[in-house]
């Protein structure tokens, strides 16, 4: 079984532009959800998306948005790339449903995408 | 403020020896508890989690305890290998605010020697 799939594996951006980084579930898995490592913060919770709808989101600026296709892949936007935004962007997927369900089932990660900002 | 926390950024253990590492929380309000291994350049890799209404879950040489008084969980690694040798991540769930995302601990770097 396939797991939790993110591309690209690096991104090199400068300041101002958008980047868009992608996410592939686990087949089955209806929940997705972002995370950004920044370098000395740990894992911090950016987005979590279930059967196409924004559920919650961390405390991070409106430019960071995204969205969760009919197939349960996500993609993940950043507009005006400013230098802070350098870090790993891990992906998860985990079965869905209600949010106390969601509660009470272990997120998956991929590999990550490493974005850059020069 | 950080509600998970893991005191111990790196631990040393002789190899058939039991690992034990350590995770305090502050927020009452999470129900459910996770432990994560990330090796370099790998994403966090799922090992074992514990709902609040048990104590302890074990899965082959890992065993989570949860003492919910504390405040406190705590994964043992029995016995520990070299291929045990990574990041452990503690990380929480279900408080106020926090549906369907983990707050994470910054980690302890297990280093297992032969």
């Known amino acids: 079984e396939a797991g939790v799939t993110q591309s690209p594996t690096h991104l090199i951006k400068t300041r101002g532009q958008q980047a868009t980084l992608r996410c592939s579930p686990i087949s089955g898995h209806t929940s997705v959800y972002w995370y950004q490592q920044a370098l000395g913060l740990g894992l911090q919770f950016l987005l979590w998306?279930?059967?196409?709808?924004?559920?919650n989101r961390g405390n991070f600026p409106p430019r960071f948005s995204g969205r969760q296709f009919p197939n349960y892949s996500s993609e993940l936007n950043v507009n005006a790339l400013e230098l802070e935004d350098s870090a790993l962007y891990l992906c998860?997927?985990?079965?869905?449903?209600?949010?106390?369900?969601?509660?009470?089932?272990?997120?998956?990660f991929g590999d990550g995408t490493r974005l850059s900002i020069l | 403020d950080q509600q998970v926390k893991q005191n111990s950024p790196s631990l040393s253990v002789q190899e058939g020896r039991i690992s034990i590492l350590n995770c305090d929380y502050t927020?009452?309000?999470?129900?459910?508890f996770l432990w994560y291994k990330k090796y370099p350049a790998e994403g966090p890799t799922f090992l074992i989690s514990?709902?609040?209404?048990?104590d302890k879950n074990e899965d082959g040489r890992f065993t989570v305890f949860l003492n919910k008084s504390a405040k406190h969980l705590s994964l043992h690694i029995v016995p520990s290998q070299p291929g045990d040798s990574a990041v452990y991540f503690c990380?929480?769930?279900?408080?106020?605010?926090?549906?369907?995302?983990?707050?994470f601990g910054k980690g302890t770097k297990l280093s297992v020697k032969p």
């Open positions: 998860a997927s985990s079965l869905g449903g209600w949010v106390w369900e969601a509660n009470n089932q272990p997120q998956h």
């Open positions: 990380a929480a769930s279900g408080g106020g605010g926090s549906q369907g995302n983990l707050i």
């Open positions: 927020n009452s309000m999470f129900d459910y």
């Open positions: 998306y279930d059967e196409g709808e924004e559920r």
């Open positions: 514990i709902s609040s209404i048990k």
